[in-house]
């Protein structure tokens, strides 16, 4: 007994020593904030900016999720065999071509937003898509802390047109330009958990606003639980190129995520996001550190993720809307049953506009 009291305090004063011997590399800023790295430092006025002035004081809300967009649509335009510069902010530097593409429409709005504080920052506008983007995300209850890295230099060019996904690509098409720019079909899907918190403002222009799923200011895995109900209506006019019907009153639902949740490829990897709350953070978290480096080396960028806030965890639990029953889903994974869901209570879940900010 004595023995193995002496062994314990052998190796609790081993340990403490050798964390004493390496030192962390802690920077104070000018603030009095630490980070890992001093050149980190530049960022805590900027996360006090775009939280206070374009996310409203730390919401999860319409700004956040067009931020969380961009960060896509200016990534993407990266390809081995087309060019495209991917993460470097040519969407904002060649905005008047970029913009201009029928994959970025409505882009502009955030554009011209992020511009003006680019303007008073000291920061790329790579860096900056990529650390709004992050910031934005941590205001979303349940998300994971997205990484940060800085450093990426100036855009050299506008991407080519016809790198951005679209709502009515086909499965094959999509996965196509996913593996073109590196991604495996198992990372788009991790790559759409985005989708959890956003809306469309111009798949149908007489609905802006309308979410993907129920719950748009938290980062959930009801997106996954809600694509795979039967579609039974349309929110606004219907008809509209990339939209199929949806199930509930106030939601719309893309072509692609219908298509990709049901696809043999990719329908397994979506059904076990629905109610596995730690893997759809990991997931995410790895394909969104991947996506912000497309066209970087890493090598030469400097690790600030420790700047990002850490995320509030989820409140409620993955269910099915109320209204709905287990008969609704469509499930489409040929190796596992889709998880035993309950609904909520109440009269059938209808599901109010995102509001403009
Ligand atoms: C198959 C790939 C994808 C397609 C076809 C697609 C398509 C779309 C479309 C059509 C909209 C609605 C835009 C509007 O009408 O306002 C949208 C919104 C959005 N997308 Fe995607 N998307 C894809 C992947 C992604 C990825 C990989 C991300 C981020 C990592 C992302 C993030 C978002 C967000 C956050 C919104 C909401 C924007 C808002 O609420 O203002 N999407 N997407």
Do not use: Y
């Not at 992020?114 to 998300?143: E, T, Y």
């Not at 008809?239 to 049901?262: C, F, M």
């Not at 993720?305 to 489409?332: E, F, T």
């Amino acid at each position: 007994m004595a023995f193995k009291f002496f062994s314990l305090v052998v190796l609790v004063v081993g340990a403490l020593q050798t964390v004493r011997a390496v030192p962390p590399k802690v920077a104070t800023c000018a603030d009095g904030r630490t980070t890992a790295h001093a050149a980190c430092c530049v960022l805590f006025p900027i996360l006090d900016d775009i939280q206070e002035s374009l996310f409203d004081g730390g919401e999860c809300g319409e700004e956040v999720h067009e931020s969380l967009r961009l960060t896509f649509h200016d990534a993407i335009g990266f390809s081995p065999r087309l060019g495209g510069g991917g993460a470097d902010g040519s969407i904002i530097t060649f905005d008047e071509i970029e913009t201009a593409f029928h994959a970025n429409g409505g882009i502009d709005d955030i554009v011209d937003v992020q511009k003006g504080f680019l303007a008073r920052h000291n920061i790329s506008a790579g860096d900056f898509i990529q650390f709004a983007g992050a910031v934005g995300v941590s205001n979303c209850a349940g998300a994971p802390r997205l990484n940060f890295f800085l450093g990426r230099p100036p855009a050299k060019a506008a991407s080519p047109d016809l790198l951005v996904p679209e709502p009515f690509d086909s499965v094959t098409k999509i996965l196509a330009r996913f593996a073109d720019a590196g991604f495996t079909p198992n990372e788009v899907v991790a790559l759409l958990a985005s989708h959890t918190i956003a809306a469309a403002d111009h798949v149908d222009e007489t609905i802006p606003g309308t979410p993907f799923d129920s719950t748009p200011s938290v980062f959930d895995s009801q997106f996954f639980i809600e694509v795979q109900l039967r579609g039974t209506l349309f929110p606004g006019t219907g008809g509209n190129q990339g939209e199929v019907q949806s199930p509930l009153r106030g939601e719309i639902r893309l072509q692609s995520d219908h298509d990709i949740a049901r696809d043999p490829r990719t329908a397994c990897e979506w059904q076990s996001l629905v109610d596995n709350q730690a893997k759809l953070q990991s997931v995410f978290k790895a394909s969104m550190l991947k996506l912000s480096l497309l066209g970087q080396n890493k090598a030469k960028l400097v690790d600030c993720s420790d700047v990002i806030p850490v995320p509030k965890p989820l409140g409620g639990k993955p269910h099915l809307p109320a209204g709905s029953s287990l008969r609704d889903v469509q499930a489409a994974c040929a190796r596992s049953p889709f998880p035993r869901l309950t609904a909520e209570p109440g009269p059938a879940t209808s599901v109010p506009p995102v509001p403009p900010s």
